[in-house]
């Protein structure tokens, strides 16, 4: 079994994460190692293996709760995460919370929820215990960023939730959405990465789509549903 580890008092230099070019077109996909500004790097075991999801570093002034249950005082060694749900990957985000595919496929998040971004179905609510998501839908993946959540589900769909704000790929604009939300594609996708401007992911039919702003279809416009990125072959 391995566990998810997180540093923040040696503030060691974040890895950049793994990239995947297609046809001339850098798409992000999934990560070896995640960082945010309060937590620091985190290995992200993938397969069947089941992560002990143990926390260490600040948890005051906006950040994170470590315990998943109150927020607690800062610590410089592992503490456990009050909650029995065991995950394949786990990561931390910037804006305070973090999220995991667990075992079983839902999305577990805890921490600063301004926006809706932990997926509840409520907003400006932080919520420090360890629950699933609503809807209960199974995810391979998750990516957040600021106020926003996406994940690539197991019948091959893309989800997001939060606020943009028009950068969730459902059409609607500046409408937090506390829920996951299904992105407009019928292609679907295998992975999604989250920046704070826009979102991009690798559909099923092997081509990077992108939405938000700058969605690298060769316009200015801001697209709110995936758009195809120019130049692929």
Request: charged share 15%; proline share 6%; net charge negative.
């Amino acid at each position: 079994m391995f566990s998810a580890r997180l540093f923040r008092y040696a503030r060691p230099t974040c890895p950049v994460r793994r990239r995947l070019a297609l046809a001339g077109v850098v798409v992000a996909l999934a990560v070896a190692l995640s960082c945010d500004e309060t937590s620091g790097p985190q290995e992200l075991p993938g397969g069947s293996v089941s992560v002990s999801p143990d926390r260490w570093g600040m948890v005051t002034g906006g950040n994170v709760p470590l315990t998943g249950t109150v927020l607690g005082p800062d610590s410089r060694i592992p503490v456990p995460v009050a909650t029995d749900a065991r995950f394949e990957s786990i990561g931390a985000f910037a804006h305070g919370y973090t999220c995991g595919v667990g075992t079983d496929g839902l999305a577990y998040c805890w921490g600063h929820n301004d926006f809706g971004m932990l997926g509840r179905g409520s907003i400006n609510n932080d919520e420090y215990d360890v629950a699933p998501a609503e809807g209960s839908i199974t995810f391979t993946m998750l990516d957040g960023m600021d106020f926003s959540t996406c994940g690539a589900s197991t019948d091959g769909s893309a989800y997001c939730w939060g606020w943009g704000p028009d950068y969730l790929g459902n059409g609607m604009i500046d409408e937090p959405v506390p829920v996951p939300t299904r992105v407009n594609h019928d292609a679907g996708f295998a992975t999604v990465d989250v920046g704070s401007h826009h979102k991009c992911g690798l559909g099923l039919d092997g081509v990077a789509y992108c939405w938000g702003e700058w969605a690298g279809d060769g316009t200015w416009e801001t697209r709110l549903t995936p758009v195809r990125v120019a130049g692929q072959r």
